[in-house]
């Protein structure tokens, strides 16, 4: 168990739609990322987050958006959801100057 | 920017036997972290070991060693005593030391253990 926790694990959803993911990073870490990796695919950055500010951004649609809350939680919003963003969304976490990140279990999004 | 390549898409090894991953990155940084991640069936992204790039020491956590040449910017992995518990699809990945921002995966080698 990485201390990591996404919610839910999964989600099954329709085209048009639109979903919330949210994830709790470890006790005391600042930083969150967000990936996206489709089926049999490699992990695609999507943005991350650091004490509540947006500090980059990968490869992550305009219909998606995210934010990280005074709690350190954060959500990643996907709306007008499309076939292809059928995927596994993970977070992961760091503590501020820890090089490594700690993966959730991630969430499973079906869109039909 | 910065590019992680994982040239083997699938291996194979009997159980008991050794296997080695390859990676490479490229880089024109000094300071980084190099990982290496296996994401089991479950699909749980975990960690399985860790290089900084100023350690001269190749990095070892039980049967998990690595062979970390910096100047050939390679990083590959190698599993002694293979178990069927490390099937799973295995990705390299860089963390720049002065941009913490961003990870870079390669796109992962899947490996099979044969009882």
């Known amino acids: 168990d990485s201390g990591v926790t996404q919610t839910p694990k999964h989600l099954i959803t329709a085209t048009g739609q639109r979903v919330t993911l949210r994830c709790s990073p470890r006790?005391?870490?600042?930083?969150v990322y967000w990936y996206q990796q489709s089926l049999d695919q490699g992990l695609q950055f999507l943005i991350q987050y650091y004490n509540g500010e947006e500090r980059a951004k990968g490869n992550i649609l305009e219909r998606f958006s995210a934010q990280q809350f005074p709690d350190l939680h954060s959500e990643l919003n996907l709306s007008s959801l499309e076939l292809g963003d059928s995927a596994l969304y993970f977070c992961?976490?760091?503590?501020?100057?820890?090089?490594?990140?700690?993966f959730g279990p991630g969430t499973r999004l079906l869109v039909l | 920017a910065q590019t992680v390549t994982q040239s083997q898409p699938e291996m194979s090894v009997q159980e008991a036997e050794t296997v080695t991953l390859s990676c490479t990155y490229d880089t024109s940084e000094s300071d980084y972290y190099l990982f290496w991640y296996k994401q089991p069936p479950s699909r749980q992204m975990i960690l399985v070991i860790r290089q900084e790039a100023y350690k001269q020491q190749n990095a070892t956590e039980n049967r998990f060693s690595v062979n970390f040449q910096k100047a050939a910017k390679s990083f590959s992995l190698k599993i002694s005593d293979s178990q069927l518990g490390d099937a799973a699809m295995y990705f390299c990945?860089?963390?720049?030391?002065?941009?913490?921002?961003?990870?870079?995966f390669g796109s992962g080698t899947k490996l099979n253990v044969k009882p």
């Open positions: 992961a976490s760091s503590s501020s100057g820890q090089e490594t990140q700690y």
């Open positions: 006790s005391g870490d600042l930083s």
């Open positions: 990945a860089y963390r720049s030391e002065y941009n913490f921002n961003k990870f870079y």
